[in-house]
């Protein structure tokens, strides 16, 4: 199983009750969390924060997940990706081409790539990974936007990439994202805790129980 934490420091401070200025120290002490417990890929998306400030949160990031085996990208921005040497670049469904991402970053620059219905094109190459969403309803995605399991189902068969799943995934539901033939989960609201649950805990918590849970899909098949 492939699992990639995709953070999102508004939402994560919400949800703890943070004031602004220390958004950035929970997301880093979240992101430590989920790569300590074995978490695959960090997908850094703060689309907010210009250049300086983004590449900033991310070297601060590759440094607290030196010793693990995560890999750290950034979301869209390949100059932020260069200029603070990380792993890779995870693209929006129209952005740069896969082929152009690659030959802009260092050797095994890891580039994966969004996409959102059942008949997708990946621009120029062949992706490392693909996050098909969104999967389930969410706050911001209504039934009729989202893939569903059938969606999800269709991405997987045309994909010559590994597909992730996002989007209103939790533990109930991550073996049926295996019965799909997916490889793997990302997720943003799965790894934030109530307010009231201790951070670190909840996350790598969250992480066994999520491969645990993908692993269990042959009890739903």
């Given at each position: 199983?492939?699992?990639?934490?995709?953070?999102?420091?508004?939402?994560?401070?919400?949800?703890?009750?943070?004031?602004?200025?220390?958004?950035?120290?929970?997301?880093?002490?979240?992101?430590?969390?989920?790569?300590?417990?074995?978490?695959?890929?960090?997908?850094?998306?703060?689309?907010?924060?210009?250049?300086?400030?983004?590449?900033?949160?991310?070297?601060?990031?590759?440094?607290?997940?030196?010793?693990?085996?995560?890999?750290?990208?950034?979301?869209?921005?390949?100059?932020?990706?260069?200029?603070?040497?990380?792993?890779?670049?995870?693209?929006?469904?129209?952005?740069?081409?896969?082929?152009?991402?690659?030959?802009?970053?260092?050797?095994?620059?890891?580039?994966?790539?969004?996409?959102?219905?059942?008949?997708?094109?990946?621009?120029?190459?062949?992706?490392?990974?693909?996050?098909?969403?969104?999967?389930?309803?969410?706050?911001?995605?209504?039934?009729?936007?989202?893939?569903?399991?059938?969606?999800?189902?269709?991405?997987?068969?045309?994909?010559?990439?590994?597909?992730?799943?996002?989007?209103?995934?939790?533990?109930?539901?991550?073996?049926?994202?295996?019965?799909?033939?997916?490889?793997?989960?990302?997720?943003?609201?799965?790894?934030?805790?109530?307010?009231?649950?201790?951070l670190a805990e909840f996350v790598q918590k969250r992480v066994i129980e999520m491969r645990l849970g993908f692993d269990s899909e042959d009890s739903v098949s």
């Open positions: 199983m492939i699992l990639c934490l995709v953070t999102d420091r508004r939402r994560l401070g919400a949800a703890l009750g943070l004031g602004s200025r220390d958004w950035v120290d929970a997301l880093r002490a979240q992101v430590f969390a989920a790569a300590s417990a074995g978490v695959d890929l960090i997908q850094v998306r703060e689309s907010d924060l210009n250049a300086a400030a983004l590449t900033r949160l991310v070297r601060a990031i590759l440094t607290d997940t030196r010793d693990t085996s995560a890999k750290v990208l950034v979301n869209d921005r390949m100059d932020v990706a260069v200029a603070s040497a990380a792993a890779g670049v995870h693209l929006r469904e129209r952005s740069f081409s896969v082929d152009a991402a690659r030959s802009l970053g260092p050797s095994a620059f890891v580039v994966g790539r969004s996409v959102h219905q059942p008949a997708f094109e990946v621009l120029g190459g062949k992706a490392d990974y693909l996050i098909a969403g969104t999967v389930l309803p969410t706050v911001s995605k209504t039934a009729v936007t989202c893939l569903g399991w059938g969606g999800l189902s269709a991405v997987v068969r045309a994909a010559d990439s590994p597909v992730l799943a996002i989007g209103g995934i939790d533990v109930p539901s991550t073996p049926l994202v295996a019965a799909t033939g997916a490889a793997g989960v990302a997720a943003i609201g799965a790894f934030i805790p109530t307010r009231g649950q201790g």
